[in-house]
């Protein structure tokens, strides 16, 4: 069975290494375990780390949580679907938010239960994902302020660099203080929480570009994989090799690199280029897109390339491996973001914790 190798203490470190620069700038840091299916474990290890909320996508992983002894608070960083608005506010200390319905709908439910809940208005600054388009956020936002009582709206967010992979920026997160200021201002009100920003919003503040306001980031690659995917990059002062994937080799054969016959698509409907590269020496390791995204593996193996996947088997090119490859090995992987989530929603592939190096 293909294992992840989830080193806690390494995870600890990152996640400390986040929270000491984020301090530095004033900036809190919401630890992000969505990718985790909400490990009960990786939030511990969060915990220790120092990061006090967490944050998750998804309601049944906030429970998850709470039934094995991780204390909050909870940020729910998914704006909402109504059906999960109960647990949300029973379970949930913050919740992100762009809707007015679902704050009326909160509202009603929080007047029920007689509870309060923290929420952050979310503006989108061009990534076109969640959130108010940011020319017509302030009326929105104080249109919500002023029928909000057991919803607290304590401040306003952004998501940026995941649909449109925008770049946050001095100017896109600029935008969002001035939005919060223009509400304070007309209101006379208080927002005290400018939530400006995930992994991707890491390098502004390394390069000391981070519009001042700008005061809590929400996590989660970096701590996890120590990559900023969309940067494009390795971030230096973080460690790459906190989760490894690992996989049982069951064939290693010398076939041609081109198929023979007449190709159609493959078994999801793709066409796959083939590069005639005369015969190559081939391993089969036994997970698939079921697992993982093949274009997300990155062998450990020096030489080794990653050449394609179907649903349960990933062909690699071990040509020019550096070790010698045979079958009974096992194969190791660091992953990216999309490869990870898979690997760690999939209960094919076998969670292993450690604590050491
Ligand atoms: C996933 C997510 C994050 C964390 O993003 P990373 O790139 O993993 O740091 C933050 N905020 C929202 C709304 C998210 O969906």
Redo the contacts with the bound molecule.
């Keep these: 069975m293909p294992q992840l190798h989830i080193n806690l203490r390494l995870i600890e470190e990152n996640a400390y290494k986040v929270l000491e620069k984020c301090s530095k700038f004033n900036v809190e840091v919401v630890g992000?375990t969505?990718?985790s299916l909400g490990d009960p474990k990786i939030a511990q290890a969060l915990k220790r780390a120092g990061i006090k909320i967490i944050?998750e996508?998804r309601v049944q992983n906030i429970l998850r949580m709470i039934e094995n002894g991780v204390e909050g608070p909870f940020m729910m960083?998914?704006i909402p679907p109504k059906d999960d608005l109960v647990k949300i506010i029973r379970w949930c200390d913050y919740v992100?938010v762009s809707e007015l319905k679902t704050v009326e709908w909160m509202e009603e439910i929080a007047n029920d239960m007689n509870k309060t809940i923290s929420a952050i208005y979310m503006i989108d600054v061009g990534d076109l994902r969640e959130g108010v388009w940011y020319k017509d956020a302030a009326e929105e936002i104080i249109r919500a302020l002023k029928i909000s009582k057991k919803v607290k709206i304590i401040g306003v967010g952004t998501?940026l660099?995941?649909y449109g992979g925008v770049l946050p920026s001095t100017t896109n997160l600029g935008l969002l203080v001035e939005i919060r200021d223009l509400v304070e201002k007309r209101l006379s009100c208080q927002l005290p929480v400018v939530s400006g920003g995930?992994?991707?919003a890491l390098k502004l503040l390394e390069e000391g570009r981070l519009p001042s306001g700008v005061n809590q980031y929400?996590?989660?690659?970096?701590i996890f994989l120590g990559t900023d995917v969309t940067n494009n990059r390795q971030i230096d002062w973080l460690n790459q090799e906190a989760i490894i994937l690992e996989a049982p080799v069951i064939e290693v054969k010398m076939k041609p690199s081109f198929p023979e016959g007449e190709t159609g698509q493959d078994a999801f409907g793709r066409k796959p280029i083939f590069i005639d590269k005369g015969m190559r020496k081939r391993a089969i390791i036994a997970l698939g897109e079921q697992d993982i995204t093949p274009s997300g593996l990155k062998p450990l193996d020096k030489g080794a390339q990653v050449i394609h996947s179907s649903s349960d088997h990933t062909i690699i090119d071990v040509t020019d491996a550096e070790r010698k490859i045979e079958v009974g090995d096992t194969m190791r992987f660091k992953l990216s973001?999309g490869a990870l989530l898979r690997a760690m929603t999939c209960p094919h592939v076998e969670k292993i914790y450690t604590q050491g190096v």
């Design positions: 992000v969505k990718v944050g996508s960083i998914r992100l998501n660099g995941c995930n992994t991707s929400r996590v989660g690659e970096a973001y």
